[in-house]
Every structure is written in structure tokens, then in C-alpha cells.
């Protein structure tokens, strides 16, 4: 194409960023063209770049560097540990576990020895029945001084600070502690001239306004004789044209449901909100489990608590933890709490839907399922949200055994497109035997979810006497298979551009 045709070609903003650029020299960023008042929206000048780019008049240059701030605005926070290592000092340089409790109440001392320890600021101590918390050297030192970490994080509040100037291994623990520091990109952009463009540029370009739409009040004005026509380039790029379809999160639950359901399995749900009972005692979970600490469960503030009516229940629950009931096990023993049982949370897993079905369907044969949403508190990783979707089922039948639930789980993942998984044993305290199952994905065995045999403690309140086959999947890992997703956040980030590229079948 020769410069006449190529400049025919040119558009009025192409234009006005051409002579733009041949101002400054051949090259500015979009914010130079705004201060120099060139344009006023760096849409603008980035549609125009675009264009220009294909046509070889100029080249598009993006750079983006990763800073970390702090989660919060403000002062840099104070670490746990740091306030623990004031007030083990405070009372002498030791301290029993309940009195740093009492100094750190809502379990944040919980949070604070686990540093102490991985810091070497203090030794346990056992002294009789009791563990003190005994200050090192290291932990009297940094009472005058400041720890590398507590230094970034007042270095983050002063100003963001760059990829390249950050500690790893610092960054990665900062990453860890929920909230504590964020990431920010910042993207720097730049649109030269290329040779053809500055040899346009000096083409005498000339500026006026273009009609791309003739109406028949120009005609009539005789407005279109001073005007410039657009010519049309039947050979440009043109954008694809993407038809609308749905999400391929809605898809693959679509799926799934069609799969159970196809096997005969009904649909069963629960309430997001739920007592401990419903979530944990029923289930047999023991009251000083690690699920109930605040650092693995959201608990509710309104309401603190559900109140469960049914006294019979409540009895029969708390005799099998206390001494195991009617079931000829010895149970967990110790104390049971009413209060415990009633404290409000979001629930955990969906295996609250299961075992709610179970009480209002006690007689087998039942087969159901359910894809739900569940809450835990984990830090936001490649393969970890606080919130996420579980494939939930249960089977109750006479003749049910391991064997039978080994199958459904390879028919179900083979249905699904999966032949390559791997079956382990496992420990759930509600069911025994219990297996975890893992599929082989991006070079290594990714864990899908738990199943098991539900124990007859967990049966019992209901007197359900035959075997019930209960299971818990990963839904949003099994989409990360699906389409060889490296990193789980990407599921749940509107991009539209994914999103267009994503297949239906």
C-alpha cells in the first residue's frame, strides 16, 4: 500500500495522534498526550493507537509492575506476636498460655505462639500442669529494635513498595496473614511512530472532520461539501463477534446435576446459616476439634446462637459424645456444651444437607445429592477461597458397602471425563472407613474431596440401621481439570475475554 492509500485510509483520531506524537518526537504515553491537551480520554488514544499498530504506523509498548501495600489505610498493624512479646515481658519475661489469653482475647494468642515459636521469640515451658511462655534472647531483643517484617509493613505505609524491592520469603508469610497486605499493579503504556508513521507524519497530514454516516440533513445543508468522507476498509481488522452463552461455572453445574439425577438421585439443600449441632455435633465432631476455633470457621454475631428444640435429639447427641449412647462406642467423654452446640455459623461443608436429609428420610432405599455453597476461613491461594461449592451425595441402602461407594466415585469422575484418579485412606470423625481421592493434574495429584461410611454415632439419633454412603467433592477443582485452570481465583474473575474464548462443548 502506498502513503496517498495509507493515508486515505487514516481516520480523524489516527490522525490527530499521528501529528500528536511527531510533536513530542515520535513517542508519549497517553497521560503526556492529555496533559499536552491533544485529546482528553486515553480511550480515545489507545483506539487509535490500535489502529494505527495494524496498519505498521506505530507500535503499543505495556509494562506492569506488581507493588504490595497494606490490606488496611492507616499505620502499619501490630503484629500478634509483638504484642505478645510486650506483655510476656511485661509480666517478667514469662507467662502461661491463659494469662497471654486473657491479655489476647477472640484467639489471637492462638495465632500469636504459633510465631513465637516459628520466630524463635519464646520457648514453652511445661512447669507442673501448666505451659509458660518464656521469652529467648531473640524475643528480648526485638523489644528495642523493629523485625524485618514489622520494617516492610512500615515501609508499605509510608508508600507501596515494588516486586523487585520486597523480601520473598517476607511477602509470602505478610500473604499468609489474612488482610495484612494487598497487591497492586501498575501499568505504564507508550505508542511510538514507526518508520512508515513518521514518514506520514510528514505527508502533510491535514485535520478535518469526517463524516462516516451521509444523512440527508447534510445533503440538504450542503454541509458534506466541506467535509472529509470516511472511506471504508473493507480489509481492516474487525472484532469477533462472540454469540452469548452461559458461564462455564453454571454450565458444568448443569452437568452435574443432570449426571445424578440420570443415576436417580433427588436433590437435597440446606440453609447457608446453621447451628454447631447441625454442622459438627450431629456429625460427631468433637467440641474441642480444630474445626471449631475461629481461625477454620465463620461464626455469626446475629444471631450468636440457634436454639434447637428438639430435646430428645439434643440428649441423644450429647449422650453418644459423653459416653457413646446406645451405639456400644465409648464416645468422645469430657463435657458436652449446649452452648457450644448452639453458637451460629455459615456452615462448612455440605454434609449439613446429608445428614438433615437423613433425619427427614430415614427408611432405604434414598439416593440424593446436592451442589452447595460452603464457608471456611483459609487464605486466598491457587487452590484455596474462604468460600467455595461442594458435590454432595449420600446412598442409603441395605446392601450398600465400600465397594459400592468406590464405584459410584469412579463412574461419577469417568462420566465427568476422569479416568485417572487415585483412592487413599483417610480420617473423617464421622465416618469409618473413610477415603480421600485425588486426579492427577498439572504434573502432580490434586486432592478432589473425602468419602466415607457414615458411623453409626452419627446414625443413631435418626435410627437409620443400614449403611449410608456419604461423599464431598471439590466442584470448583473439578472445573479446574475440566479446562487446565492453573489458579482457582480465575473461575470466579470476569474476564470476558476468557470467557468469549471459553468452548461449549
Not at 415 to 438: H, N, V, W
Amino acid at each position: 500500500m502506498d502513503m496517498p492509500e495509507i493515508l486515505e485510509g487514516l481516520s480523524y483520531n489516527e490522525k490527530r495522534l499521528i501529528l500528536a506524537l511527531a510533536a513530542r518526537n515520535g513517542t508519549a504515553s497517553p497521560q503526556d498526550l492529555i496533559d499536552d491537551g491533544r485529546f482528553d480520554l486515553e480511550v480515545e488514544i489507545m483506539g487509535a493507537a490500535s489502529w494505527l499498530e495494524s496498519k505498521g504506523l506505530a507500535t503499543l509498548k505495556e509494562e506492569s509492575e506488581k507493588f504490595f501495600i497494606l490490606g488496611t489505610e492507616g499505620d502499619a498493624p501490630e503484629l500478634p506476636e509483638r504484642t505478645a512479646v510486650k506483655a510476656i515481658s511485661s509480666a517478667g519475661g514469662s507467662m502461661d498460655m491463659n494469662g497471654l489469653a486473657d491479655a489476647m482475647p477472640g484467639g489471637a494468642d492462638k495465632i500469636a505462639v504459633g510465631w513465637l515459636k516459628r520466630k524463635g521469640l519464646a520457648d514453652i515451658v511445661k512447669e507442673g500442669d501448666a505451659k509458660l511462655l518464656v521469652l529467648t534472647d531473640k524475643g528480648r531483643g526485638i523489644l528495642d529494635s523493629e523485625m524485618p517484617d514489622e520494617a516492610l509493613l512500615h515501609r508499605m505505609s509510608k508508600a507501596p513498595v515494588p516486586e523487585s524491592e520486597a523480601d520473598k520469603s517476607l511477602i509470602k508469610d505478610l500473604k499468609g496473614r489474612q488482610g495484612m497486605i494487598a497487591e497492586k499493579v501498575v501499568t505504564t503504556r507508550s505508542v511510538t511512530l514507526t518508520d512508515l508513521g513518521v514518514q506520514a507524519s510528514e505527508s502533510g497530514l491535514e485535520l478535518k472532520p469526517q463524516i462516516t454516516d451521509l444523512t440527508d440533513r447534510m445533503i440538504q445543508s450542503g454541509e458534506w461539501k466541506d467535509a472529509e468522507i470516511r472511506k471504508y476498509d473493507v480489509q481492516a481488522f474487525a472484532p469477533t463477534l462472540t454469540p452469548a452463552k452461559k458461564h462455564p461455572l453454571t454450565r458444568l453445574g448443569a452437568q452435574v446435576r443432570r449426571l445424578f439425577t440420570d443415576m436417580g438421585f433427588t436433590e437435597m439443600s440446606s440453609e447457608y446459616v446453621q447451628p454447631a449441632f447441625w454442622n459438627l455435633d450431629v456429625l460427631f465432631t468433637p467440641q474441642d476439634h480444630p474445626a471449631r476455633d475461629l481461625q477454620d470457621t465463620f461464626y455469626l454475631e446475629s444471631p450468636a446462637s440457634i436454639r434447637i428444640d428438639d430435646e430428645e435429639l439434643v440428649r441423644t447427641v450429647r449422650d453418644i459424645h459423653v459416653n457413646g449412647g446406645e451405639t456400644g462406642s465409648t464416645g468422645w467423654g469430657g463435657e458436652w456444651s449446649r452452648e457450644r452446640a448452639e453458637a451460629a455459623l455459615l456452615r462448612t461443608h455440605s454434609t449439613v444437607s446429608s445428614i438433615k436429609y437423613i433425619a427427614e428420610h430415614p427408611d432405604a432405599p434414598q439416593k440424593a445429592f446436592s451442589i452447595s455453597r460452603i464457608f471456611r476461613k483459609e487464605s486466598i491461594d491457587a487452590t484455596h477461597l474462604p468460600e467455595f461449592t461442594q458435590i454432595e451425595g449420600i446412598v442409603i441402602d441395605e446392601n450398600a458397602d465400600f465397594d459400592m461407594l468406590i464405584s459410584l466415585i469412579r463412574e461419577f469422575y469417568s462420566r465427568m471425563g476422569f479416568d485417572q484418579i487415585r483412592i487413599r485412606p483417610a480420617y473423617f470423625p464421622y465416618t469409618e472407613p473413610s477415603l480421600e481421592l485425588e486426579v492427577f493434574f498439572n504434573g502432580k495429584w490434586m486432592e478432589l474431596g473425602g468419602a466415607g461410611i457414615f458411623r453409626p454415632e452419627v446414625l443413631e439419633p435418626f435410627g437409620v440401621k443400614c449403611p449410608v454412603l456419604a461423599w464431598g467433592f471439590g466442584f470448583e477443582r473439578l472445573a479446574m481439570l475440566k479446562w487446565d485452570i492453573r489458579d482457582i481465583r480465575d473461575l470466579y474473575i470476569s474476564d470476558l475475554d476468557n470467557l468469549k474464548r471459553n468452548t461449549v462443548l
